[in-house]
């Protein structure tokens, strides 16, 4: 009964391919969030949803392209993969603006 | 523009000893503060939390404490046992309108035996 599970834990790929990756919660949380774990290991908010409305949209490539079919998913889409994508991708929910709980990350690999 | 900081890398710490973790912010709007602990190949665990209208919170072996006029927040262990070996990041918000979490680069605890 993982809180929030995120598919697949592990991705190989590409440059210039196109992946998704899948989030679940089963908090019952209204929000949802992407961040990224680069290789300076700092977490960074990347989007959030709240009731599948866009709230946050960082400084991100326009490349990334979140989305949330209902409150209890959250999915994310990276066209054309670069080097530089290659990091560990966490989702995580919240009830408002409450304490953030997390998956269990993505690392992305891009070759 | 890192707005929290964590100075050390990594503490190494005998078991049963106290591990003080240390945090420092900038941003003077933030008023909650969160500390998260992550195991390798796992996502950041919520430990322990205070509001900027407190300056000491505990819960159980972990306290953290709170000094607003210097910015900074420090995690207190004790005693620390093997399981505390973990990378503990220090996050922050404004509040109750603020969904955004700003972390630090985390500390890499180690607790020998």
């Known amino acids: 009964d993982t809180a929030v599970s995120q598919t697949p834990k592990y991705l190989v790929t590409q440059m210039g391919n196109d992946k998704s990756i899948k989030c679940e919660q089963n908090l019952g949380h209204d929000t949802m969030y992407w961040y990224k774990q680069d290789s300076k290991k700092f977490l960074k908010i990347m989007f959030s949803y709240n009731n599948k409305e866009l709230i946050i949209n960082e400084t991100v490539p326009n490349r990334f392209s979140p989305k949330s079919p209902d409150k209890a998913h959250l999915n994310l889409h990276i066209n054309s993969l670069e080097l530089g994508d290659s990091a560990v991708y966490f989702c995580?929910?919240?009830?408002?603006?409450?304490?953030?709980?997390f998956g269990p990350g993505t690392r992305l690999t891009v070759t | 523009d890192q707005q929290v900081k964590q100075n050390s890398p990594s503490l190494s710490v005998q078991e049963g000893r106290i591990s003080i973790l240390n945090c420092d912010y900038t941003n003077s709007m933030f008023d909650y503060f969160l500390w998260y602990k992550k195991y390798p190949a796992e996502g950041p665990t919520f430990l322990i939390s205070i509001s900027s209208i407190k300056d000491k919170n505990e819960d159980g072996r972990f306290t953290v404490f709170l000094n607003k006029s210097a910015k900074h927040l420090s995690l207190h262990i004790v005693p620390s046992q093997p399981g505390d070996s973990a990378v503990y990041f220090c996050a922050a918000s404004g509040g109750k309108s603020d969904y955004k979490l700003s972390f630090g680069a985390g500390t890499t605890v180690t607790v020998r035996a």
């Open positions: 995580a929910s919240s009830q408002g603006t409450g304490v953030k709980y």
